[in-house]
């Protein structure tokens, strides 16, 4: 089934604990990306990536890293989690431009 | 600066009636429009997207109708089902910034039985 995992679901951690959320996708797209998502605030791109080795900041990327070592994965790490970074977050592929993204089930984090 | 916006938060309907969900746009530049439902617990799910060469485009139960004169994009649901109560996005493709969606804050669809 094609499909964007990503792992943990759900997690709780405290302030300046590093931490990874993974992200892989099985549909061999070039394009990856990973968003954060708060009430009344929508989708806000974190950083993207057009293929492996090639990333980019988004509309958001402070306290944010991710790393494209390889295609199908794409995780994000925060160095030093802070309590506003605490949300739901989403991967996403698509094969290319103007294309759509499929979404991950999302992974909520929460920072105390 | 540049936003995806919708008129209506919340939109409540009787199962069996269509549904419209609308969503105004403000980049002129944007030439790729996308709907997404997003179910509780679940990621944005694509629904249909539509170019802007195109002002309409139809799909199984959905149409998207495409008004570049106003910068408007809505959704209809035909007869509407309780498995489609969701939170509905537009999202826009500003031309150039390849692959980058800016999406509105969402409208909740609830369907009563």
């Known amino acids: 089934e094609a499909q964007v995992t990503q792992n943990p679901r759900y997690l709780i951690t405290v302030t300046g604990k590093k931490l990874t959320v993974t992200c892989s996708q099985n549909?061999?797209?070039?394009?990856m990306s990973w968003y954060r998502q708060d009430p009344g605030l929508g989708l806000r791109q974190i950083y993207y990536s057009m293929n492996v080795e090639v990333t980019d900041k988004g509309d958001v990327p402070e306290g944010y890293k991710v790393s494209r070592k390889e295609k199908r994965n794409f995780p994000l790490i925060l160095e030093s989690p802070s309590p506003n970074q605490t949300s739901l977050y989403f991967c996403a592929s698509s094969p290319g431009t103007s294309s759509p993204l499929h979404f991950g089930n999302g992974t909520r984090l929460t920072v105390t | 600066g540049e936003s995806v916006g919708l008129h209506l938060p919340t939109l409540s309907v009787q199962e069996g009636d269509n549904s419209i969900i609308n969503c105004a746009y403000s980049?002129?530049?944007?030439?790729?429009f996308i709907w997404y439902k997003q179910e509780s617990g679940k990621g944005p799910q694509f629904i249909i997207d539509?170019?802007?060469?195109?002002d309409k485009r139809q799909g199984q139960r959905v149409t998207v109708l495409l008004n570049k004169t106003v910068k408007h994009l809505s959704l209809q649901i035909a007869a509407t089902q309780p498995g489609d109560s969701a939170v509905y996005f537009c999202?826009?493709?500003?031309?150039?910034?390849?692959?980058?969606?800016?999406f509105g804050t969402g409208t909740l669809l609830a369907v009563q039985p």
């Open positions: 980049n002129s530049a944007s030439d790729y």
């Open positions: 549909m061999n797209h070039e394009y």
């Open positions: 539509i170019r802007s060469n195109m």
């Open positions: 999202a826009e493709n500003p031309w150039g910034a390849t692959n980058k969606l800016i």
